[in-house]
């Protein structure tokens, strides 16, 4: 049975001893951070802050810090377990008799037998706050010491676009402005962004903050979903039970049932205020720029909160983890568009948007770059900045060996190619906002119509037989 609410998971986690439990008085002023920071960085485990100075709920950090903890929030012994049911939905052969059609419909009703279930009363609106709602209820964290103030970090920002009805849950930061004003984090090229584009101009568009609830509609909130695919649906999905949502007090939308917090309100179209800085995950702070403010009407919670929050900064940290989760999840995906990769790695330091290694199956000339321009035209891979294509049999998550490849198996001149196109909102070293190159570099071997006549050499490898008898004869050797 899936975990049902944030509650439930942290129990999970103290029962397996996967969390810890801070009983002495913390200022989310900065002193949250570097707790959470040094116990994120070792790997450590997850935190609940008890006493919080300024608010009456306790703060709930690094859940998902771990791989471990990763797999136990979305229910799998491996996260290639997921990946392994999204390839078999994918992979339905074509059927002609009616019993090889009847055969195939238990897997294709797998796709999409967990959609999200409305009830009539939930726990998220167990207290409803609507006279004079304040944000000073929730012990909100400041980071990093030149944040601009404190920041939501880890919320299910709920938006629906006016000309489709189409729901949209995606997870933008916050940044408190008042008790009653949040500036809202979502860029450029963010589904909550689109909606907001899509309303006319001094129109007040709703939206929704839920903070908690099951673990794989937190996770769902971060996932590139592909357009259409409801974020609900696809937690769902991932937990093989439906996700539990009740109307908002306030706004026209649905939100988690099970969900600690939800903040109700709305931004007026053409509304903006400077946001930032925030000390982000490319370790760097992003500059202040303007954004649509968020103007709070309703702020409803169980009877007994827990916030959720995270931090980000210099890798790894927390984010890590959730990235990690995608890689492994929408691998089968990436195949569908380019079939010859046979594994990817989006290493820590590459901070998701600035790197990611492929290993491919190579059979013709040119193919490395193929790759590489189907992957930048393929949703949040479009803003990567390096690519590095190796041959199939390489580790790409072995960066020792990745790196001692591509330094011995290029040509800078020849393998070295560039692109320009959309980069991410957060990458500072493009010249121009949102728009910048990018960097393929083929590290695979290399073949004469690709411009190189010499023949390529054999790498070293010791006889099977020989590290059969050498492993054998280990103990003898005294060593």
């Known amino acids: 049975m899936a975990v049902k609410n944030l509650a439930e998971f942290i129990a999970q986690l103290e029962r397996l001893g996967e969390l810890r439990r801070i009983r002495s008085e913390v200022d989310p002023i900065l002193e949250i951070t570097e707790i959470a920071d040094r116990v994120m960085k070792a790997g450590g485990p997850a935190l609940i802050f008890e006493k919080v100075k300024g608010s009456p709920m306790p703060a709930a950090i690094n859940l998902f810090g771990t791989k471990r903890r990763m797999e136990l929030a979305l229910g799998v ?5 997921v990946a392994r049911r999204i390839e078999e939905l994918m992979t339905i052969p074509s059927a002609t008799g009616l019993m090889e059609k009847l055969s195939l419909l238990p897997r294709l009703a797998e796709a999409a037998k967990y959609p999200p279930k409305l009830v009539s009363s939930a726990p998220c609106q167990e207290v409803v706050i609507q006279d004079g ?14 944040d601009a103030g404190r920041y939501i970090t880890l919320g299910q920002t709920i938006t629906r676009s006016r000309s489709t009805g189409r729901r949209n849950v995606g997870m933008y930061r916050q940044q408190v402005f008042d008790d009653r004003t949040l500036g809202m984090h979502w860029q450029i090229h963010k589904d909550g962004a689109e909606h907001w584009r899509g309303y006319p101009a001094g129109e007040k568009m709703p939206v929704a903050i839920a903070l908690g609830g099951d ?17 609900f649906l696809f937690a769902g999905f991932l937990r093989k039970e439906p996700v539990t949502l009740v109307k908002g007090v306030t706004v026209d939308l649905e939100v988690p049932a099970e969900a600690e917090i939800v903040i109700e309100g709305h931004v007026t179209v053409g509304e903006r205020r400077e946001e930032g800085p925030f000390g982000d995950h490319t370790g760097y702070y992003s500059l202040p720029e303007p954004y649509p403010v968020f103007r709070v009407t309703a702020i409803t919670h169980r009877k007994n909160p827990i916030y959720p929050t995270t931090i980000v900064g210099v890798p790894p940290m927390e984010d890590l983890w959730l990235g990690k989760a995608t ?23 590459g ?16 193919q490395a770059r193929k790759v590489a321009h189907a992957l930048w035209g393929l949703g949040q891979l479009t803003f990567t900045k390096v690519i590095i294509l190796v041959d199939h049999e390489v580790n790409v998550h072995d960066l020792s060996q990745v790196a001692w490849l ?13 692109v320009e196109g959309p980069v991410d909102n957060l990458n500072h070293a493009s010249p121009q906002w949102n728009f910048g190159s990018k960097m393929g570099v083929d590290a695979t071997r290399k073949l004469p119509e690709e411009g190189h006549p010499r023949p390529w050499p054999k790498p070293i490898v010791m006889s099977p037989d020989i590290k059969e008898k050498v492993a054998r004869r280990w103990k003898e050797y005294g060593i």
């Open 351 to 366: 901070i998701f948007n600035n790197a990611v290694i492929v290993s491919i199956k190579k059979s013709y000339p040119g």
């Open 327 to 349: 890689e492994r999840i929408f691998l089968p995906l990436i195949r569908k568009v380019a079939p010859e990769i046979v594994e990817m790695n989006f290493p820590a330091e």
């Open 406 to 418: 591509a330094f011995m198996n290029i040509d800078p001149q020849r393998d070295c190619f560039f």
């Open 215 to 231: 673990p794989a509609s937190i996770y769902a909130a971060s996932a590139p979903l592909p357009e259409g695919i409801d974020e």
């Open 77 to 81: 012994g491996d996260l290639n377990d």
């Open 133 to 146: 709602p304040s944000l000073s209820l929730l012990p909100v964290l400041q980071c990093w010491p030149q």
